[in-house]
């Protein structure tokens, strides 16, 4: 369900486009760029797919039936967005997926905002060596602390799939680090 304030915001978008989009924007812009980091780690591609995300909000605004909440919706086209740009830059570079996974490991380790301890470089590391449904699941439930029947609505996945999900990710990651 959506909530008031976004109401209000569909509303004045109805209204005056231009205006209540960027109040949408300020308000939902911080938390759809960390999702979107996660998943394409590179600043860089990170604002390209918030952008694409934006675009394609407002693009889509008007159709906007409000059976779900606002930031649902816009956390579902994020997500599509990622994925797409995981996608078409794996293929373009022709890379197999374990290449593309040490790719996206030197991409962290060039990034200047990834600047942790030795901890948590190789949880970061542990995260990006998952498959990308993995790892979307695992950033949405663990980082995001979103509750599964909201990752269910985004994702068009069940709630015991994404339970099992999230079990295969720890479980991946607790090998990752246990090892020498």
């Known amino acids: ?47 390209d797919v918030l952008q694409n995300t934006f675009i394609k909000a407002y693009q889509g605004l008007d159709r906007f039936r409000e059976d779900a909440s606002l930031f649902t919706w816009l956390y579902r086209i994020a997500t599509n967005e990622s994925l797409t740009f995981l996608k078409k830059h794996r293929s373009r570079f022709l890379l197999p997926i374990g290449d593309y996974q040490q790719q996206l490991e030197r991409t962290l380790e060039s990034e200047p905002d990834f600047d942790g301890e030795e901890l948590q470089w ?39 799939a994404l339970k099992a999900s999230y079990h295969h990710a720890l479980k991946k990651i607790e090998q990752y680090l246990t090892e020498d």
Not at 124 to 147: H, S, T
Not at 153 to 160: C, D, F, K, R
């Open 122 to 160: 190789r949880l970061q590391k542990a995260i990006i060596r998952l498959p990308e449904k993995q790892r979307l699941v695992f950033n949405m439930k663990y980082f995001d602390e979103m509750k599964y029947e909201d990752m269910s609505a985004i994702l068009g996945t069940s709630v015991g």
């Open 1 to 47: 369900m959506v909530d008031k304030h976004d109401k209000e915001l569909i509303q004045r978008f109805r209204e005056n486009r231009n205006y209540a989009f960027n109040l949408i924007v300020r308000k939902y812009q911080e938390r759809l760029y960390w999702h979107i980091r996660k998943m394409v780690i590179s600043h860089d591609d990170a604002d």
